[in-house]
Protein backbone atom coordinates (compact mmCIF):
# COMPACT_ATOMS: atom_id res chain seq x y z
CA UNK A 1 0.00 0.00 0.00
CA UNK A 2 1.76 3.28 -1.22
CA UNK A 3 -0.60 6.42 -0.92
CA UNK A 4 0.67 9.52 -2.21
CA UNK A 5 -1.43 12.29 0.06
CA UNK A 6 1.38 14.14 -0.17
CA UNK A 7 0.25 17.79 -1.75
CA UNK A 8 -0.13 20.47 0.78
CA UNK A 9 -3.65 21.89 0.03
CA UNK A 10 -6.46 18.82 1.09
CA UNK A 11 -8.72 18.52 -1.37
CA UNK A 12 -11.57 18.59 0.55
CA UNK A 13 -11.43 19.79 4.61
CA UNK A 14 -13.70 19.76 7.31
CA UNK A 15 -13.24 21.87 10.98
CA UNK A 16 -15.44 21.12 14.12
CA UNK A 17 -18.20 19.80 11.75
CA UNK A 18 -21.16 19.83 14.07
CA UNK A 19 -24.85 18.85 12.78
CA UNK A 20 -27.92 19.42 15.02
CA UNK A 21 -31.85 17.95 14.15
CA UNK A 22 -33.88 19.81 16.46
CA UNK A 23 -31.87 19.03 19.87
CA UNK A 24 -30.66 15.99 18.65
CA UNK A 25 -26.43 16.42 18.11
CA UNK A 26 -25.46 14.18 14.96
CA UNK A 27 -22.05 15.66 14.54
CA UNK A 28 -20.07 17.24 17.83
CA UNK A 29 -16.55 18.71 16.47
CA UNK A 30 -16.07 17.01 13.47
CA UNK A 31 -12.78 17.72 11.67
CA UNK A 32 -11.21 16.10 8.97
CA UNK A 33 -9.31 15.89 5.61
CA UNK A 34 -8.28 14.09 2.18
CA UNK A 35 -5.54 14.58 -0.16
CA UNK A 36 -5.04 13.75 -3.85
CA UNK A 37 -3.77 10.02 -4.10
CA UNK A 38 -4.94 9.29 -0.87
CA UNK A 39 -7.53 6.86 0.75
CA UNK A 40 -9.28 8.37 4.04
CA UNK A 41 -11.08 5.46 5.81
CA UNK A 42 -13.95 6.81 7.97
CA UNK A 43 -15.00 3.99 10.07
CA UNK A 44 -17.94 3.78 12.72
CA UNK A 45 -20.09 1.44 14.09
CA UNK A 46 -24.20 2.07 13.38
CA UNK A 47 -25.20 4.99 14.93
CA UNK A 48 -21.73 6.83 14.96
CA UNK A 49 -22.35 9.69 12.64
CA UNK A 50 -21.00 8.26 9.45
CA UNK A 51 -24.32 8.69 7.39
CA UNK A 52 -24.34 12.44 8.44
CA UNK A 53 -21.19 13.44 7.56
CA UNK A 54 -21.17 11.99 4.38
CA UNK A 55 -24.27 13.59 3.48
CA UNK A 56 -22.89 16.81 4.72
CA UNK A 57 -20.13 16.61 2.66
CA UNK A 58 -21.60 15.63 0.05
CA UNK A 59 -24.31 18.80 0.06
CA UNK A 60 -27.71 16.85 0.91
CA UNK A 61 -27.27 18.43 4.37
CA UNK A 62 -25.55 22.25 5.58
CA UNK A 63 -23.60 21.78 8.64
CA UNK A 64 -25.19 23.93 11.53
CA UNK A 65 -21.35 24.84 13.08
CA UNK A 66 -17.98 24.68 11.43
CA UNK A 67 -15.82 24.92 8.64
CA UNK A 68 -16.05 23.04 5.05
CA UNK A 69 -13.23 23.68 2.62
CA UNK A 70 -12.69 22.48 -0.76
CA UNK A 71 -9.31 23.38 -2.42
CA UNK A 72 -8.73 26.03 0.59
CA UNK A 73 -11.47 27.75 -0.06
CA UNK A 74 -14.62 27.72 2.20
CA UNK A 75 -17.87 26.46 0.75
CA UNK A 76 -21.70 26.25 1.37
CA UNK A 77 -23.19 23.39 -0.59
CA UNK A 78 -26.94 23.93 -0.90
CA UNK A 79 -27.51 20.52 -3.42
CA UNK A 80 -25.65 17.61 -4.12
CA UNK A 81 -25.03 19.46 -7.73
CA UNK A 82 -23.12 21.61 -6.30
CA UNK A 83 -20.75 18.78 -4.56
CA UNK A 84 -20.59 17.33 -8.34
CA UNK A 85 -19.72 20.90 -9.67
CA UNK A 86 -16.73 20.84 -7.31
CA UNK A 87 -15.54 17.43 -8.07
CA UNK A 88 -16.98 15.86 -5.30
CA UNK A 89 -18.82 12.57 -6.30
CA UNK A 90 -20.76 10.08 -3.73
CA UNK A 91 -21.33 6.55 -5.06
CA UNK A 92 -24.03 5.09 -2.42
CA UNK A 93 -24.62 1.84 -1.35
CA UNK A 94 -28.15 1.00 -3.78
CA UNK A 95 -26.22 2.48 -6.59
CA UNK A 96 -28.96 4.28 -8.25
CA UNK A 97 -28.57 1.95 -11.09
CA UNK A 98 -31.95 0.45 -13.31
CA UNK A 99 -30.84 -3.60 -13.49
CA UNK A 100 -32.42 -4.03 -16.74
CA UNK A 101 -31.00 -0.80 -18.71
CA UNK A 102 -27.83 -1.86 -19.72
CA UNK A 103 -24.34 -0.96 -18.89
CA UNK A 104 -23.71 1.96 -21.22
CA UNK A 105 -26.95 3.53 -20.40
CA UNK A 106 -26.19 3.73 -16.85
CA UNK A 107 -22.85 4.70 -17.20
CA UNK A 108 -24.53 8.08 -18.70
CA UNK A 109 -27.85 8.15 -17.08
CA UNK A 110 -28.55 12.14 -16.55
CA UNK A 111 -25.62 12.93 -18.82
CA UNK A 112 -26.63 11.17 -22.03
CA UNK A 113 -24.53 11.66 -25.27
CA UNK A 114 -26.86 12.52 -28.23
CA UNK A 115 -26.35 12.61 -32.20
CA UNK A 116 -28.66 14.06 -34.72
CA UNK A 117 -31.12 17.23 -33.69
CA UNK A 118 -34.60 18.14 -33.69
CA UNK A 119 -36.87 14.98 -33.73
CA UNK A 120 -33.84 12.68 -35.19
CA UNK A 121 -32.11 13.51 -31.56
CA UNK A 122 -31.36 10.05 -30.38
CA UNK A 123 -29.03 8.23 -27.96
CA UNK A 124 -25.73 7.92 -29.10
CA UNK A 125 -24.84 3.38 -28.43
CA UNK A 126 -21.87 3.40 -30.05
CA UNK A 127 -20.29 6.51 -28.35
CA UNK A 128 -21.43 5.31 -25.30
CA UNK A 129 -20.76 1.85 -25.16
CA UNK A 130 -16.85 2.71 -26.33
CA UNK A 131 -16.80 5.20 -23.59
CA UNK A 132 -18.08 2.92 -20.80
CA UNK A 133 -15.68 0.12 -22.07
CA UNK A 134 -12.70 2.47 -21.98
CA UNK A 135 -12.89 3.57 -18.70
CA UNK A 136 -13.92 0.41 -17.22
CA UNK A 137 -10.88 -1.01 -18.39
CA UNK A 138 -8.88 1.73 -16.65
CA UNK A 139 -10.20 0.79 -13.68
CA UNK A 140 -8.81 -2.95 -14.57
CA UNK A 141 -11.99 -4.54 -15.64
CA UNK A 142 -12.74 -5.90 -19.06
CA UNK A 143 -16.36 -5.60 -19.79
CA UNK A 144 -17.05 -7.53 -23.42
CA UNK A 145 -20.75 -6.10 -24.06
CA UNK A 146 -21.24 -2.37 -22.65
CA UNK A 147 -24.73 -2.93 -23.96
CA UNK A 148 -25.94 -6.31 -21.49
CA UNK A 149 -27.96 -5.00 -18.89
CA UNK A 150 -26.07 -3.89 -15.52
CA UNK A 151 -28.30 -6.49 -13.38
CA UNK A 152 -26.00 -9.19 -14.84
CA UNK A 153 -22.88 -8.01 -13.38
CA UNK A 154 -21.96 -9.12 -9.39
CA UNK A 155 -21.96 -6.85 -6.86
CA UNK A 156 -18.55 -6.01 -7.18
CA UNK A 157 -18.58 -5.03 -10.96
CA UNK A 158 -21.65 -2.85 -10.74
CA UNK A 159 -19.46 -0.93 -7.57
CA UNK A 160 -17.33 -0.60 -10.81
CA UNK A 161 -19.35 0.79 -13.20
CA UNK A 162 -20.21 3.31 -10.54
CA UNK A 163 -16.78 4.77 -9.68
CA UNK A 164 -16.02 4.43 -13.18
CA UNK A 165 -18.82 6.72 -13.83
CA UNK A 166 -18.15 9.19 -11.45
CA UNK A 167 -14.11 9.45 -12.11
CA UNK A 168 -15.30 10.29 -16.14
CA UNK A 169 -17.23 12.93 -15.06
CA UNK A 170 -14.70 14.70 -13.45
CA UNK A 171 -14.66 13.57 -9.46
CA UNK A 172 -11.68 14.85 -8.02
CA UNK A 173 -13.01 13.55 -4.52
CA UNK A 174 -14.71 9.73 -4.71
CA UNK A 175 -17.18 9.27 -1.32
CA UNK A 176 -17.53 5.42 -1.49
CA UNK A 177 -20.67 4.83 1.42
CA UNK A 178 -19.86 1.24 2.46
CA UNK A 179 -19.27 -0.39 -0.72
CA UNK A 180 -18.04 -3.47 0.27
CA UNK A 181 -20.95 -3.84 3.27
CA UNK A 182 -22.79 -6.84 1.04
CA UNK A 183 -20.68 -8.35 -0.78
CA UNK A 184 -18.34 -11.56 -0.54
CA UNK A 185 -14.44 -11.67 0.23
CA UNK A 186 -14.05 -12.21 -3.47
CA UNK A 187 -16.32 -9.36 -4.35
CA UNK A 188 -14.93 -7.13 -1.84
CA UNK A 189 -11.46 -7.65 -3.06
CA UNK A 190 -12.51 -6.54 -6.27
CA UNK A 191 -13.45 -3.26 -4.96
CA UNK A 192 -10.54 -2.53 -2.82
CA UNK A 193 -8.51 -2.98 -6.07
CA UNK A 194 -10.76 -0.53 -7.71
CA UNK A 195 -9.99 2.05 -4.42
CA UNK A 196 -6.85 1.48 -4.90
CA UNK A 197 -6.77 2.56 -8.92
CA UNK A 198 -8.55 5.49 -7.99
CA UNK A 199 -5.90 6.64 -5.63
CA UNK A 200 -3.42 5.47 -8.43
CA UNK A 201 -5.24 8.11 -10.52
CA UNK A 202 -4.73 10.84 -7.88
CA UNK A 203 -7.80 11.22 -6.47
CA UNK A 204 -8.65 11.76 -2.76
CA UNK A 205 -10.85 8.59 -1.53
CA UNK A 206 -12.73 8.75 1.34
CA UNK A 207 -14.24 4.75 2.12
CA UNK A 208 -17.06 4.64 4.97
CA UNK A 209 -16.92 1.16 6.17
CA UNK A 210 -17.43 -0.61 9.69
CA UNK A 211 -15.17 -3.32 8.19
CA UNK A 212 -10.92 -2.44 9.84
CA UNK A 213 -10.35 -5.33 7.46
CA UNK A 214 -10.95 -3.54 4.32
CA UNK A 215 -9.64 -0.28 5.91
CA UNK A 216 -6.36 -1.74 6.55
CA UNK A 217 -6.10 -3.17 2.95
CA UNK A 218 -6.20 -0.05 0.93
CA UNK A 219 -6.24 2.99 3.82
CA UNK A 220 -3.88 5.41 3.85
CA UNK A 221 -5.30 7.25 7.34
CA UNK A 222 -8.29 6.61 9.44
CA UNK A 223 -10.82 8.60 11.30
CA UNK A 224 -13.18 7.21 13.89
CA UNK A 225 -16.11 8.31 14.59
CA UNK A 226 -18.50 6.96 17.83
CA UNK A 227 -21.88 9.02 18.29
CA UNK A 228 -21.09 12.08 16.38
CA UNK A 229 -17.20 12.53 17.88
CA UNK A 230 -14.27 12.04 16.04
CA UNK A 231 -11.38 10.10 17.87
CA UNK A 232 -9.08 11.68 15.35
CA UNK A 233 -7.14 10.67 12.69
CA UNK A 234 -4.34 7.91 12.40
CA UNK A 235 -2.05 6.40 10.22
CA UNK A 236 -1.00 2.70 9.99
CA UNK A 237 1.55 3.24 12.38
CA UNK A 238 -0.29 5.24 14.69
CA UNK A 239 -3.20 2.91 15.01
CA UNK A 240 -2.94 -0.88 15.11
CA UNK A 241 -5.98 -3.23 14.00
CA UNK A 242 -6.79 -4.46 17.16
CA UNK A 243 -7.09 -0.46 18.89
CA UNK A 244 -9.12 0.19 15.72
CA UNK A 245 -11.62 -2.52 16.80
CA UNK A 246 -11.40 -1.49 19.70
CA UNK A 247 -12.42 2.33 19.28
CA UNK A 248 -15.20 1.29 17.02
CA UNK A 249 -16.79 -1.35 19.12
CA UNK A 250 -16.49 0.40 22.76
CA UNK A 251 -14.44 -2.39 24.35
CA UNK A 252 -13.78 -1.18 27.42
CA UNK A 253 -17.63 0.14 27.62
CA UNK A 254 -18.58 -2.76 27.16
CA UNK A 255 -15.74 -4.74 29.64
CA UNK A 256 -17.35 -2.07 32.39
CA UNK A 257 -20.81 -3.34 31.83
CA UNK A 258 -19.41 -6.30 32.04
CA UNK A 259 -18.19 -5.66 35.36
CA UNK A 260 -20.56 -4.36 35.94
CA UNK A 261 -23.72 -6.75 35.11
CA UNK A 262 -21.55 -9.51 37.31
CA UNK A 263 -21.79 -7.26 40.56
CA UNK A 264 -25.46 -7.01 40.34
CA UNK A 265 -25.55 -10.71 39.69
CA UNK A 266 -23.75 -10.97 42.69
CA UNK A 267 -25.96 -8.12 44.77
CA UNK A 268 -28.95 -9.86 43.31
CA UNK A 269 -28.01 -13.52 44.60
CA UNK A 270 -26.90 -11.99 48.25
CA UNK A 271 -30.11 -10.32 48.46
CA UNK A 272 -32.23 -13.13 46.94
CA UNK A 273 -30.42 -14.90 49.71
CA UNK A 274 -31.32 -12.79 52.17
CA UNK A 275 -34.97 -12.13 51.46
CA UNK A 276 -35.95 -16.13 51.06
CA UNK A 277 -34.25 -16.32 54.53
CA UNK A 278 -36.93 -13.93 55.82
CA UNK A 279 -39.53 -16.03 53.53
CA UNK A 280 -38.25 -19.28 55.22
CA UNK A 281 -38.32 -17.13 59.12
CA UNK A 282 -41.99 -15.94 58.37
CA UNK A 283 -43.22 -19.54 56.67
CA UNK A 284 -41.75 -21.01 59.95
CA UNK A 285 -43.88 -18.55 62.26
CA UNK A 286 -46.83 -19.04 60.29
CA UNK A 287 -46.76 -23.21 60.43
CA UNK A 288 -45.52 -22.69 64.46
CA UNK A 289 -49.04 -20.37 64.78
CA UNK A 290 -50.68 -22.56 62.93
CA UNK A 291 -49.66 -26.22 65.03
CA UNK A 292 -50.27 -23.79 67.82
CA UNK A 293 -53.82 -22.79 66.91
CA UNK A 294 -54.96 -26.10 66.22
CA UNK A 295 -53.05 -28.17 68.90
CA UNK A 296 -55.69 -30.31 71.17
CA UNK A 297 -54.61 -29.34 74.61
CA UNK A 298 -55.27 -26.38 73.73
CA UNK A 299 -58.56 -26.80 73.03
CA UNK A 300 -59.38 -28.71 76.19
CA UNK A 301 -58.00 -26.10 77.96
CA UNK A 302 -61.15 -23.99 76.74
CA UNK A 303 -64.21 -26.16 76.42
CA UNK A 304 -67.15 -25.15 75.09
CA UNK A 305 -69.19 -23.63 77.68
Known sequence: MSGKGNGTTPLIEVRNITKYFGSVIALNGVSMAVRAGEVMCLLGDNGAGKSTLIKTLSGVHQQSEGQYLVEGQEVHFDSPRDALDHGIATVYQDLAMIPLLSI???????????????????????????????????????IRDPSQPVGTLSGGERQSVAIARAVYFGAKVLILDEPTAALGVKQAGTVLRYIAQARARNLGVIFITHNPHHAYAVGDKFTILKRGRTFGTFTEDELSREE????????????????????????????????????????????????????????NEHPAQ
Request: glycine share 8%; hydrophobic share 35%.
Open 104 to 142: SRNFFMGSEPTKGRGLFKRFDVKFANRVAKEEMAKMGID
Open 244 to 299: MVRMMSGVDELDALSHELQEFERTDKLQGEGMMSEVDHALAKSLEESEHLFDPKKD
